[in-house]
């Protein structure tokens, strides 16, 4: 079955860069579909407040902001972002991720409250 791209700006942007690799594509919208739907199912079940921390993800040397795209996918849901964190990892303790050295070096931390 055919995924459907959830409605986010900065994840289309992410996707647009990555056009040359279809594999790479399809493999970040059934990422992107899911995670749409876990953050829904999430949104149904908790009355107050919602936090999430997440971190970047790296696909075909493209960093998508999940911080972001997080924040657009809540919206989405009807549920706005009411303050936001970055915490800068320190670079000593990650490990290259990959060959051009792309690494998690930042997670965001996000508040909603419905």
């Known amino acids: 079955?055919?995924?459907v791209v959830p409605n986010s700006?900065?994840?289309l942007e992410a996707?647009?860069?990555i056009k040359d690799y279809p594999g790479s594509i399809?493999?970040?919208v059934n990422f992107y579909a899911d995670y749409f739907e876990a953050l829904k199912g999430l949104a149904n079940s908790v009355k107050q407040r919602i936090i999430i921390v997440i971190g970047?993800?790296?696909l075909r040397d493209t960093v998508f902001d999940n911080g972001r795209i997080t924040a657009e996918l809540m919206a989405e849901i009807g549920i706005p972002v009411e303050e936001v964190f970055v915490r800068r990892l320190p670079s000593k303790r990650l490990p290259k991720m990959r060959s051009f050295g792309?690494?998690?070096n930042r997670e965001t931390i996000l508040i909603f409250r419905k």
């Open 1 to 3: 079955r055919k995924r």
């Open 9 to 11: 700006t900065t994840l």
């Open 15 to 17: 996707i647009g860069r």
């Open 26 to 28: 399809t493999e970040a």
């Open 56 to 58: 970047q993800r790296v």
């Open 102 to 104: 792309a690494a998690i």
